[in-house]
């Protein structure tokens, strides 16, 4: 279960804690008490297509999506001014088959120093290493161009234009070992016809993936998720942040 409150005598978080902890021992619970007015440190990855971080940067500047922007990491060059614009640090890893443990440690080493709670793949193209997935489990969302299970791997509208389908769509999910296979957070879909190209399939999918990752991040951040084995549990969202969740 998941409840909200708001402590009417102002108790501190600290000892709510205290109170409940002797309730929650009696009845071997595993629970966790969050401050709703924390913003939750989040560090976003790019490569090369820039639909989602534009779209998640302007949610964040008008208070859409309120999170602490730690810093954005690419392994391009592409947005830079863009990030810098919004007084936010920029980190270019390059990633390549040579350096890749390389470039992971210093990603590893900018997580630690950056005290970063969650990582948003934002169209970010480079595959996380087991133990990277493993060390932050729970804490790395990826926005996958496909409506999961369907169509996974490369060029997934392709594969969705050949086989003609009516329907496309986008996923959000916790990253796993796994490629594409972690416990799904969000999804939503467009119909298209047949008179709808492949590169008409892409640009109505932006649209759908801006979305569905704003909902996931904003689902996360308010400890609305809960992971069950490979599902995840989604509780609604509270009266008064559904507006700016459903934005867009």
Known sequence: MRLTFVSEAGAERSAIADGFSAVATRFDMQWQLHDSEHKMKVLLMVSRFGHCLNDLLYRWKIGALPIDIVGVVSNHFDYQKVVVNHDIPFHHIKVTKENKPEAEAQLLQLLESSGTELVVLARYMQVLSDTMCKKMSGRII???????????????????????????????????????????????????????????????????????????????????????????????????????????
């Open 142 to 248: 990826n926005i996958h161009h496909s409506f999961l299970p369907s169509f996974k791997g490369a060029n997934p509208y392709k594969q969705a234009y050949e086989r003609g389908v009516k329907l496309i769509g986008a996923t959000a999910h916790y990253v796993t070992a796994d490629l594409d296979e972690g416990p799904i957070i969000e999804q939503d879909t467009a119909r298209i016809t047949h008179a709808q190209s492949a590169d008409d399939y892409v640009s109505i999918g932006r649209d759908v993936e801006s979305q569905v990752l704003a909902r996931a991040i904003h689902a996360h951040i308010h400890h609305r998720t809960f992971i069950n084995g490979n599902r995840t549990v989604v509780f609604p969202a509270s009266p008064g942040s559904f507006a700016s969740e459903r934005m867009g």
